[in-house]
């Protein structure tokens, strides 16, 4: 016998072995995956589970415009710069220095004589000559966006900003902004809802739910887009201050200060909302 043959050999040597130990019965094949729908399945029930929860506002935003004008650039953009430090000291003076959250973003422009053109034989408009020779200088801007994260104080603060005499001061907001498990029980409020939908429907069909066949957070349908749970914003009260520019500030403008133009800022509750496709097996 060759080296072949006897290779061949033990090779039907081992897999008689084998099917001995076995039994002498093949492997069980897989069950086939059933690829119908789910509707094609047997009898089944979709139904959309949704809860709705308030929370108080856990934060509160706002912005605040300085603005200053000079010959240079330079000079322009220093004071208004200053300006919007000494604003975010006083903030941080009166909330605390782990309470906001704080992004400025300056901005520079140059301004010029105005001419007047004549536009017809009874009108005339002013314009700016934009000409090298016609520059008187330049504007400055730092608008300073302020995220407040303990809402109860939202109205000093910016109490504190409005203190050092912005041009312009943007809407006081009041949103939620919710944590895992916040999220989490909503949406288990949403389960239960879809229980109590699917019973009412199988009790006025007289069928019985046997069992969750598919469970999607969403609005439908089932294995659709998943739409989480979300918060709503309210937004207040808005104030546009426009005023000459203010004196050079102090960089700590004092609580007593802040109080004097914190104005009424009521809190409104924010709504959180979850929904779930939910589809049971009937029988």
């Known amino acids: 016998m060759s080296a072949i043959s006897r290779t061949g050999s033990l090779v039907l040597l081992c897999s008689a072995t084998a099917l001995t130990l076995a039994g002498c019965s093949a492997p069980e094949r897989p069950t086939?995956?059933?690829?119908?729908?789910l509707w094609e399945q047997g009898p089944s029930l979709e139904v959309i589970g949704r809860a709705f929860r308030e929370e108080a506002p856990n934060r509160a935003?706002?912005?605040?415009?300085?603005?200053?004008?000079?010959?240079?650039?330079?000079?322009?953009s220093a004071a208004a710069v200053e300006r919007a430090n000494a604003a975010t000291a006083a903030m941080r003076e009166v909330a605390g220095e782990d309470a906001l959250r704080v992004q400025s973003d300056l901005s520079v422009q140059?301004?010029?004589?105005?001419?007047?053109?004549?536009?017809?034989?009874?009108?005339?408009?002013?314009?700016?000559?934009?000409?090298?020779?016609?520059?008187?200088?330049y504007v400055a801007r730092v608008t300073v966006a302020v995220e407040v994260l303990k809402p109860a104080q939202a109205s000093l603060?910016?109490?504190?900003?409005?203190?050092?005499?912005?041009?312009?001061?943007?809407?006081?907001?009041?949103?939620?902004?919710?944590?895992?498990?916040?999220?989490?029980?909503?949406?288990?409020d949403?389960?239960?809802?879809?229980?109590?939908?699917?019973?009412?429907?199988?009790?006025?069909?007289?069928?019985?739910?046997?069992?969750?066949?598919?469970?999607?957070?969403?609005?439908?349908p089932c294995r659709g887009q998943s739409q989480g749970a979300m918060g709503r914003s309210a937004m207040m009260d808005h104030v546009a201050l426009r005023s000459a520019p203010a004196p050079a500030p102090t960089m700590n403008a004092g609580r007593e200060r802040a109080e004097k133009f914190a104005l009424a800022a009521d809190q409104s509750p924010q709504q959180l909302s979850s929904s779930v496709c939910v589809i049971y097996a009937l029988k």
Do not use: C, W
């Not at 086939?32 to 729908?37: M, Q, S």
């Open 190 to 220: 949403a389960m239960a809802d879809a229980a109590a939908r699917a019973k009412a429907a199988a009790a006025a069909t007289g069928a019985k739910l046997a069992g969750v066949l598919v469970a999607q957070e969403g609005s439908g």
């Open 110 to 137: 140059p301004y010029y004589r105005q001419v007047s053109v004549r536009i017809n034989e009874f009108e005339e408009r002013l314009q700016e000559n934009v000409h090298p020779d016609a520059l008187l200088g």
């Open 61 to 76: 935003r706002f912005s605040v415009t300085y603005q200053t004008k000079a010959e240079t650039s330079e000079a322009a």
């Open 157 to 188: 603060v910016r109490g504190a900003a409005l203190a050092l005499g912005p041009q312009q001061s943007g809407a006081l907001g009041f949103y939620l902004e919710p944590d895992a498990s916040l999220q989490r029980d909503v949406f288990a």
């Open 32 to 37: 086939a995956v059933d690829t119908r729908p």
